[in-house]
């Protein structure tokens, strides 16, 4: 059965540093997403992607958040500058469908940010 | 309360019984989706429910939906110890995101 996948399943950066999130979106979906989920907390939608463009996007999203699909098949979350509070699990979501459709989560990626 | 809360926050069961989680909401929804997670991994996809279905089966699962009451409900029939994680619902509001409730911990003892 396909399946999203998440690399690096850890990741430990220092505070100011910039890290690359990536992701293998199921081949024939064409929405792709982000949440993350701080320890503890609720998931929390981050953005989507549809079109090689930023559909939708949440307040913490801001200007040190960026994605990109640099390719036919990978999807990347960079962050710029880490901060502390960015300390979270990652996880990445494609649907095949905008409305009425399952999002499928890959396993995470979990940042910790020093 | 806020979009997708779900209740109990933490449930304890014998394995063999029938384990039942709630799920409110505030707004409308184009479909509520319930999700498994064990400790510290992935969220796991078990079931879609469309605002115009009332009831769905899968498996162990049935899920029940009451747009009036703005709720849904997860039975997990014959539980296991498998079955021990996170369940969170997730409602998808029409803009492009799923909003998720804080999640139930449920836990089968054997």
């Not at chain 1, 710029?80 to 300390?87: A, I, N, P, V, Y």
């Not at chain 2, 605002?51 to 939906?65: A, M, P």
Request: charged residues 20%.
């Amino acid at each position: 059965e396909p399946e999203v996948t998440q690399t690096p399943s850890h990741q430990v950066t220092q505070m100011g540093q910039e890290v690359i999130l990536r992701c293998v979106p199921i081949s024939n979906h064409l929405y792709f997403y982000w949440y993350r989920q701080i320890l503890g907390q609720k998931v929390e939608f981050l953005v989507s992607f549809y079109n090689n463009e930023i559909s939708e996007k949440s307040e913490i999203f801001d200007d040190q958040f960026s994605v990109e699909r640099p390719d036919g098949s990978n999807f990347t979350l960079k962050i710029r500058s880490t901060k502390l509070e960015d300390s979270a699990m990652y996880f990445c979501a494609s649907s095949e469908a905008l409305y009425q459709e399952t999002q499928y989560f890959g396993p995470g990626t979990r940042l910790l940010v020093l | 309360s806020q979009q997708g809360e779900e209740d109990p926050q933490a449930l304890s069961i014998q394995e063999g019984e029938n384990a039942t989680m709630n799920c409110s909401y505030k707004t409308s929804i184009n479909n509520l989706q319930w999700y498994r997670q064990n400790s510290g991994r992935g969220l796991v996809h078990l079931i879609l429910i469309r605002s115009n279905e009332r009831e769905k089966h899968s498996g162990r699962l049935r899920v029940t939906l009451d747009t009036s009451k703005k709720s849904s409900s997860l039975l997990i029939t014959a539980s296991r110890a498998a079955d021990t994680a996170s369940y969170f619902c997730a409602t998808d509001v029409g803009a492009q995101k799923l909003v998720f409730g804080q999640g139930t911990r449920l836990t089968i003892n054997p």
